[in-house]
């Protein structure tokens, strides 16, 4: 058996990290996100039942291979439904959809102001909020998204600012708001694979939380690209007995602005400032009680596998030496961000009401 890492409950949603990629046959997985600096072997990808999203990014201490798997309710009660439509593979109870993407660029030639990675970053999000109407899941709460090369230009644009234009167009395109309440994302580089999402989405609304401390991302200034980026800050999310607390990718950014270019340790105690403010959010809205810090299950993305060591320090010392958090290498959509962190947290109180 794969050790968990960490498991979060919240009753009829929850996520583990393993060391291994996981129990397929396990009928409570919805699905999987796994990370390791080689590609998969087909017979782990190309599982049936299971989506699941490979990432090319090394980790940077641990085993090989991290997994994070999504859990329906558990025990399961009743059977998962699994299939493809598309690029897609997806998995759903009756609450929540798990579901990987990937789109090669390659399939698309440069058409007017329309590069390749734009165009496949539209299809994908059209594919996928097309899928979310057809299975009756109304709500995306998360989405993470991988683009490789992702601070590199080319058509005169920066290829994270081409992936904010097809997305923001398929939000569009297909009647979402781009402005209020939004999905939780991450959005980050890896060296090379085909632009890969994964998302979770639910049949109640969540409730989408901002950063006093940040410009909501779906308002910074034009300097950053002509479309904004579609994701809130979190999303709280309420299971049948407990919430979850979905905290988007978080950054050393304050008001819209990079903090403390080339320190390292300085960003990271920003960034934990930005999440101690959004899980500070959520815990005026929760109905549950108070997510705690310690309970964060981290992923930390970062830039420089030089830059770990002081990362893991500034982190333990911030939020405790027992904190679960997964280092993987990755690049961060801003040049001069040197790390961003995503977490989850969930309280798995009965508070019904
Ligand atoms: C930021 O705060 C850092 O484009 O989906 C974080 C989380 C970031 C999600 C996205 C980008 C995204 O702007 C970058």
């Given at each position: 058996?794969?050790?968990?890492?960490?498991?979060?409950?919240?009753?009829?949603?929850?996520?583990?990290?393993?060391?291994?990629?996981?129990?397929?046959?396990?009928?409570?997985?919805?699905?999987?996100?796994?990370?390791?600096?080689?590609?998969?072997?087909?017979?782990?990808?190309?599982?049936?039942?299971?989506?699941s999203?490979?990432?090319?990014?090394?980790?940077?201490?641990?085993?090989?291979?991290v997994?994070?798997?999504?859990?329906?309710?558990?025990?399961?009660?009743?059977?998962?439904?699994?299939?493809?439509?598309?690029d897609?593979?997806?998995?759903?109870?009756?609450?929540?959809?798990?579901?990987?993407?990937?789109?090669?660029?390659?399939?698309?030639?440069?058409?007017?102001?329309k590069?390749?990675?734009?165009?496949?970053?539209?299809?994908?999000?059209?594919?996928?909020?097309?899928?979310?109407?057809?299975?009756?899941?109304?709500?995306?709460?998360?989405?993470?998204?991988y683009?490789?090369?992702?601070?590199?230009?080319?058509?005169?644009?920066?290829?994270?600012?081409?992936?904010?234009?097809?997305?923001?167009?398929?939000?569009?395109?297909?009647?979402?708001?781009?402005?209020?309440?939004?999905p939780a994302?991450?959005?980050?580089?890896?060296?090379?694979?085909?632009?890969s999402?994964?998302?979770?989405?639910?049949?109640?609304?969540?409730?989408?939380?901002?950063?006093?401390?940040?410009?909501?991302?779906?308002?910074?200034?034009?300097?950053?690209?002509?479309?904004?980026?579609?994701?809130?800050?979190?999303?709280?999310?309420?299971?049948?007995?407990?919430?979850?607390?979905?905290?988007?990718?978080?950054?050393?950014?304050v008001?819209?602005?990079?903090?403390?270019?080339?320190?390292?340790?300085?960003?990271?105690?920003?960034?934990?400032?930005?999440?101690?403010?959004?899980?500070?959010?959520?815990?005026q809205?929760?109905?549950?009680?108070?997510?705690?810090?310690?309970?964060?299950?981290?992923?930390?993305?970062?830039?420089?596998?030089?830059?770990?060591?002081?990362?893991?320090?500034?982190?333990?010392?911030?939020?405790?030496?027992s904190?679960?958090?997964?280092?993987?290498?990755?690049?961060?959509c801003?040049?001069?961000?040197?790390?961003?962190?995503?977490?989850?947290?969930?309280?798995?109180?009965?508070?019904?009401?």
């Open positions: 058996m794969a050790e968990a890492l960490v498991r979060l409950r919240a009753d009829t949603l929850s996520v583990e990290q393993t060391e291994e990629p996981t129990a397929q046959d396990d009928p409570s997985v919805l699905g999987a996100l796994s990370f390791s600096a080689q590609a998969p072997s087909s017979d782990v990808s190309a599982h049936e039942a299971m989506p999203l490979h990432v090319v990014l090394p980790r940077l201490c641990g085993g090989n291979t997994c994070e798997v999504w859990h329906a309710r558990w025990p399961a009660s009743g059977s998962l439904t699994s299939g493809r439509a598309g897609i593979h997806f998995r759903h109870d009756e609450e929540f959809v798990f579901g990987a993407v990937t789109v090669p660029e390659t399939r698309f030639a440069v058409v007017g102001d590069t390749p990675l734009q165009q496949a970053t539209e299809s994908a999000y059209g594919q996928i909020f097309k899928q979310l109407e057809a299975l009756a899941f109304p709500y995306p709460l998360r989405f993470w998204n683009v490789s090369r992702i601070n590199e230009h080319s058509h005169g644009r920066e290829r994270y600012q081409q992936f904010n234009i097809g997305r923001q167009e398929a939000f569009l395109a297909y009647g979402r708001d781009v402005q209020g309440n939004l994302a991450c959005a980050v580089g890896m060296d090379r694979g085909p632009l999402i994964a998302f979770l989405a639910g049949r109640a609304p969540p409730q989408s939380i901002e950063n006093p401390r940040q410009v909501s991302a779906f308002e910074y200034p034009q300097q950053y690209g002509p479309r904004s980026p579609s994701f809130a800050r979190a999303n709280l999310v309420s299971t049948r007995h407990g919430e979850l607390l979905l905290v988007s990718g978080t950054a050393s950014i008001g819209h602005a990079t903090l403390h270019p080339g320190d390292v340790a300085a960003q990271t105690r920003e960034t934990v400032r930005n999440i101690e403010a959004v899980v500070a959010q959520a815990n809205m929760s109905r549950c009680g108070r997510f705690d810090l310690s309970g964060l299950a981290c992923r930390v993305y970062v830039r420089h596998p030089a830059d770990l060591v002081a990362i893991r320090r500034e982190l333990e010392q911030a939020l405790g030496e904190l679960k958090a997964v280092y993987l290498q990755a690049d961060i801003r040049s001069d961000l040197l790390l961003e962190i995503e977490a989850t947290v969930s309280l798995a109180t009965d508070c019904r009401n």
